[in-house]
């Protein structure tokens, strides 16, 4: 870019969100852009997550770009490794890489109203100039740390999932894993057989469904690699298969709710004979109401006899190990935190400022936290967030519900011709957020009886998830309301 000029349109993130966004502006093509991108290639939270076991717990042909579909996946459910490649390969595939700037880093932006610009800076100190700005920076981005007393004073290995390090060598150790959610679950099984023993503190038992993975042959890649409609029909059939599931979980209904704990119980009482160890993993909540776990190799791991899971609350952690509040001291060499992220304040570590040089965190702190279809927030003209409140998919591929938002956000684009900015108007975005408010109280997610990740702990409310059919918000997203904003 030369020094001076101002952009079109700056996006910031190279994950599945930037990459969709990059292909959508280059298809375009008489739009200015650029994606930045802090580390040295591409790919968000598949790039950072490295663990042991990472893989994805949504199918691979419907956790991939509709315009860039994949008939080559080795299995259902996709490695780490694999959907990373894949990601590079779509940016080699469609030549955006030219339109990527790696490394950089960007440490804020502010909305310039007398220029009607956005003012980018970067980790350097260098200064980007963009009429737009798109952040794709995602939700499962920084690692969260557990408060416990004690954890700087280990004197062990402390490693978090999302920061893996693989110059550790957990052979023969005595670990510990804190934690049961989704990341934990898929290292526990990875690493049982070469530690020496392990320990996994559990808080809470998860929901957890069997996970029917399975490897692709070379006939049936040959078949999607050749037919366009069997590659359709193939990723329709996984798409109706889950969004099935939204009844259950967005209305709390019992019917639905029953087949999928039925489905849960079943995987329970067939892996897990010991009926001690079967109560300590069954839940006491409505199946749903945490994020539904994926997985068919971790009861059996927990049965190892190097392992003990523990159900007993963790008191502190001392330089030699971890202390439950029975006052049992469990003495390790290295303690994995499977702690999930900071989903709630992902622009904490980012600040942008809108009108009057207040930040997103900073508003969303004060007036609660909404954006128009997860989108435009009022105060913050010319900004489009993607993955912003109520765009998780709770029941489906995330990436569908990412690719109706760049669809979205192009029609806003589209009325910035000859227009200097574009704002959501706040009639428009208080109705949204009573509508999602009140749909969310018939959910599994509000009245499930648990506490989990998906409710801002300062106010209770879920605003990560869409509290509807994944479909709903397709349709929500396909034409742009003109009257939703208003444009000068």
Known sequence: MVAGTTLDVAVIGAGFAGIAMAHALAKRGDLSFRILEKATRAGG???????????????????????????????????????????????????LGKHIRYGADVAGAAWDERGKIWRVALADGEVIHARTLVSAIGVLHHPNYPDIPGLKDFGGKLIHTAEWDHGYDVAGKAVAVIGTGASAVQVVPAIVDKVGKLSVFQRTAAWIAPRFDRAFDDAKRAQLRRSRLARWWFRAQLFWAH???????????????????????????????????????????????????????????????????????????????????????????????GTGYDA??????????????????????????????????????????ITGPHTGGGHNSQVFMIEAQVHY????????????????????????????????EKSVWKGGGCTSWFLDPETGRNTLLWPSYSTDFWLKTRRLRRRDYRID
């Open 344 to 385: 709630q304040n992902p622009h904490s570590h980012l600040p942008i400022r809108g009108m009057g040089g207040r930040t997103l965190q900073q508003v969303w702190a004060a007036e609660g936290k909404n954006a128009l279809l997860g989108t435009a927030v009022l105060g913050f003209p010319n900004l489009f967030l």
């Open 409 to 440: 956000i192009m029609q806003a684009l589209k009325l910035l011709r000859g227009a200097d900015r574009i704002e959501v108007h706040s009639v428009a975005l208080r109705a949204f957020a009573e509508d999602m408010d009140r749909r969310m």
């Open 243 to 337: 969004e099935k599931r939204a009844t259950g979980f967005t209305k709390a209904d019992p019917g639905a709710l029953a087949k999928s704990e039925a489905m849960c119980r079943g995987l329970l009482d067939r892996q897990v004979k010991d009926p001690v160890l079967r109560a300590k993993l069954t839940p006491n909540y409505k199946v749903g109401c945490k994020r539904l776990i994926v997985a068919s190799d971790y009861y059996p791991a927990l049965q190892k006899p190097n392992v003990e899971l523990v159900i007993d609350s963790i008191e502190r952690i001392d330089a030699t190990g971890i202390v439950t509040r029975d006052g049992v001291h469990h003495p390790v060499d290295a303690i994995v935190l």
């Open 45 to 95: 939270t598949w790039r950072d997550n490295t663990y042991p076991g990472c893989a994805c717990d949504i199918p691979a042909h419907l956790y991939s770009l509709s315009f860039a579909p994949n008939p080559d996946w080795s299995r259902m459910f996709a490695s780490q490794a694999e959907i990373l490649d894949y990601l590079e390969e779509v940016i080699d595939r469609f030549g």
